[in-house]
């Protein structure tokens, strides 16, 4: 069974960095694509970023474009979004995400695409 961890939430102020990890355990890592989408209170669940199995292709969200990296570690089972520059509006639980389906960039951006979700990171970012 796949479980998907998330950590390295916090309070952070306007312009600081935070990098949020995504361990997984389960099934064989390199099988999944993974995903980090966001979710701020009163909001629906946004997408953040796509990373796919083997690490080739990266998808990003307008608003996370030039500032959030993802990136993934196959012997850690784990993935990573490295955010600068942090704003308020970047303020939200974090949740990763995993799917074995290999989608295209329009789809991987979509919530219901993702088979296995984690409990989320909480990000707040002060003015």
């Known amino acids: 069974q796949v479980q998907l961890v998330e950590s390295g939430g916090g309070l952070v102020q306007a312009g600081d960095s935070l990098q949020l990890s995504c361990t997984y355990s389960?099934?064989?890592?390199?099988?999944?694509?993974m995903a980090w989408f966001r979710q701020a209170p009163g909001k629906e669940r946004e997408f953040v970023s796509h990373i796919s199995w083997r690490g080739s292709r990266i998808y990003y969200a307008d608003a996370a474009k030039g500032r959030f990296t993802t990136s993934r570690d196959a012997p850690k089972t784990t993935m990573y979004l490295q955010m600068t520059s942090l704003k308020p509006e970047d303020t939200g639980l974090y949740y990763c995400?995993?799917?074995?389906?290999?989608?295209?960039?329009?789809?991987?951006?979509?919530?219901?695409?993702?088979?296995?979700w984690g409990r989320g990171t909480q990000v707040t970012v002060s003015s």
């Open positions: 389960g099934d064989t890592f390199n099988r999944y694509n």
């Open positions: 995400a995993a799917t074995t389906t290999n989608h295209d960039p329009a789809d991987s951006s979509v919530p219901r695409n993702y088979e296995f």
